[in-house]
T-cell receptor
Framework: DTAVSQTPKYLVTQMGNDKSIKCEQN?????MYWYKQDSKKFLKIMFS???????INETVPNRFSPKSPDKAHLNLHINSLELGDSAVYFC????????????FGPGTRLTVT | GNSVTQMEGPVTLSEEAFLTINCTYT??????LFWYVQYPGEGLQLLLK?????DKGSNKGFEATYRKETTSFHLEKGSVQVSDSAVYFC???????????FGAGTRLTVKP
């Protein structure tokens, strides 16, 4: 059983398109996250949700909109894709907001052409 | 603010060599410290952690000791294997705060 799963694993699309990435965790965790990893492996937090409530919203273009239908799911929708959005996007979860370890999904490699 | 600085890579070692990857942190209060490993094409996995000063985290032959006096959490392994080739991330989170800060990552390549 995969603890944190993401779909799709690879996403190739053209500039200007709108796309979504889905994430699900079966760990019973309250808190979920989206990270962006660039080509140099630098990892940057984008959003975090706790029990469907937005907690962290870093300086991210408003073309990126997260949605959490329930605490086991956190999706990321991206409008008007740009070349600079090409990266690997990771979903993660943690038990709660108390700062413990996070469990990561396998990542979605987004390529914008 | 809270931040983590780890040694720049890449690091290339021969099999059975000793590994040290340095990590220092800046934080208010008493953070928890972590090492994560990312194998090629995969997500990050927790390697080890320490939650208070002088704690030693260990797993798969890797060790790191939480040193408050030097604000460090260096990763060590006595004898690396080819299968240890990966990117290693040092991270911290403050208790009761889910904003985890990651270092820039250090790529390790182990040659036979």
């Amino acid at each position: 059983d995969t603890a944190v799963s993401q779909t799709p694993k690879y996403l190739v699309t053209q500039m200007g398109n709108d796309k979504s990435i889905k994430c699900e965790q079966n760990l019973g965790h309250d808190t979920m996250y989206w990270y962006k990893q660039d080509s140099k492996k630098f990892l940057k937090i984008m959003f975090s949700y706790n029990n469907k409530e937005l907690i962290i919203n870093e300086t991210v273009p408003n073309r990126f909109s997260p949605k959490s239908p329930d605490k086991a799911h956190l999706n990321l929708h991206i409008n008007s894709l740009e070349l600079g959005d090409s990266a690997v996007y990771f979903c993660a979860s943690s038990q709660d907001l108390r700062g413990g370890e996070q469990y990561f999904g396998p990542g979605t490699r987004l390529t914008v052409t | 603010g809270n931040s983590v600085t780890q040694m720049e890579g890449p690091v290339t070692l021969s099999e059975e060599a000793f590994l040290t990857i340095n990590c220092t942190y800046t934080a208010t209060g008493y953070p928890s410290l972590f090492w994560y490993v990312q194998y090629p094409g995969e997500g990050l996995q927790l390697l080890l952690k320490a939650t208070k000063a002088d704690d030693k985290g260990s797993n798969k032959g890797f060790e790191a000791t939480y040193r408050k006096e030097t604000t460090s959490f260096h990763l060590e392994k006595g004898s690396v294997q080819v299968s240890d080739s990966a990117v290693y991330f040092c991270a911290l989170s403050r208790n009761n705060n889910n904003d985890m800060r990651f270092g820039a990552g250090t790529r390790l390549t182990v040659k036979p």
